[in-house]
Structures are given as C-alpha cells and as structure tokens.
C-alpha cells in the first residue's frame, strides 16, 4: 500500500527557481527519505531526515518533516536544468522495520533553461 | 567503494518464459539485498528482501520467486512470466550496521512480456 504520497504529479518551473515538493504520510516512521530517478535510471538517495528531527539541508536541498502533521517537504533552490528527474519519498515505518521503505508515486520536476 | 550491478539491462521475453535478472553488490559484506518493482510512472513496489543467504522474505504474492545463493548476489526468477510481470526492476542494497534503511540501486532492468 502507499504510505507517501507526494505532491505535485508534476511541477515545472524555470532555471533559478525554488521547487518545493511535499510529501503526506499515514503511519509512525523512524525516518523519512528523499531519492531522486533520472528517467530510465535507478534512484539515487539524496537526503534522510529522522524522526526526532524538523529541518535538515544538504547543500541546495532542504528538507523539513512534521510528524504531528505526517508531512514532509523538499526544497531545491536555485534550480538547474540538471534537477530535472523524479523525486520520491520514502518512509521507514516503525512497524515495519528499516527494511520495509515504502516509496510514494513520485513528482516529476521539469526545469527549463 | 560499494557498487551494485544489476543484469541484463533491458530484455523482451514472451509470455510463459522463464525470467532470471541478477544482482551483485562489492565492496560491503552482509548486505541487505532487495528487489522493487516500478509501474509506469508510479512509485516502487517491495517484492522481496533478504537479510542472509537463503534468507527471503516476500511482500507481495506473484509469479515471482528470488534466491540469494551468495552473500552479495540476489536473483529474480520466473518459471513463466505473465503480462502483467512487465515493469521497470530494481535491485538495491543497504548496509546492516547502520540500521537506517538508506538504499542503494542498480541501474534497472527493464522487462517486457508480450
């Protein structure tokens, strides 16, 4: 079943915006993650934030997580026209285990020159 | 450095034929081994995880069965692949010490039943 969902489907916006994604959640987590898929590629994990945890950036990411809210967003500033892929969220439920990540469909950025 | 190789690429197979795509981590010992499956455009699916060699757990009843022969080798197989087996297959690992669940993929296999 989906545990995150994110939001928008698609977003698309021009060089040298801000993108933000967000991401719902329906059960306790331990961590929630953030991955990104270039088409036809294999995803490649960007940034996780724990659950104890409200902010966490890694260089032009930001990630923020409200559990009371079970929501989750990713910030990308600046953006390139190299960002252009899907990003995905990921939650590690705390019935679950680490080894049951459950992924959310996804949204697909585009971002134009 | 840890790299995971995930085999063949891209394969057409009828329907009815059997299925094998394998995956091999180096450079991490005990790995936890998985295989996801992505529709078009969705999110992926837990098909299977493993822990150990011979240690499989499975997610989702199908058609299809994996096998960890190796400590670093995971396997997918089918005896006879359906329509519907069609998808975008992924094969990931994490490492067992830190306990977070971070994953890492290959590159994909993408399978087309006709």
């Known amino acids: 079943s989906q545990q995150g969902e994110e939001d928008p489907q698609a977003l698309s916006i021009q060089e040298g915006e801000n993108a933000t994604m967000n991401c719902s959640y329906k059960t306790s987590i331990n961590n929630l993650q953030w991955y990104r898929q270039n088409s036809g590629r294999g995803l490649v994990h960007l940034i996780l934030i724990r659950s104890n945890e409200r902010e966490k950036h890694s260089g032009r990411l930001r990630v923020t997580l409200d559990t009371s809210k079970k929501s989750s967003s990713l910030l990308i500033t600046a953006s390139r026209a190299a960002d252009t892929a899907s990003y995905f969220c990921a939650t590690a439920p705390i019935s679950g285990g680490y080894n049951k990540l459950i992924f959310g469909a996804g949204t697909r950025l585009a971002v134009h020159p | 450095s840890q790299t995971i190789h995930q085999w063949p690429a891209t394969l057409v197979q009828p329907v009815g034929s059997p299925l094998s795509l394998e995956c091999t981590v180096e450079?991490?010992?005990?790995?936890?081994l998985y295989w996801y499956r992505q529709a078009a455009g969705r999110g992926l699916q837990l098909l299977f995880y493993s822990v150990g060699i011979g240690q499989i757990s499975s997610e989702v009843p199908q058609n299809l069965s994996a096998s960890r022969p190796q400590d670093r080798q995971f396997i997918l197989s089918s005896k006879k692949l359906l329509l519907s087996d069609s998808g975008f297959y992924l094969c990931?690992?994490?490492?067992?010490?830190?306990?977070?669940?971070?994953?890492?993929f290959g590159e994909g296999s993408r399978l087309t039943v006709l």
């Open positions: 990931a690992w994490s490492a067992r010490a830190t306990g977070t669940g971070e994953l890492f």
């Open positions: 450079g991490t010992s005990n790995p936890n």
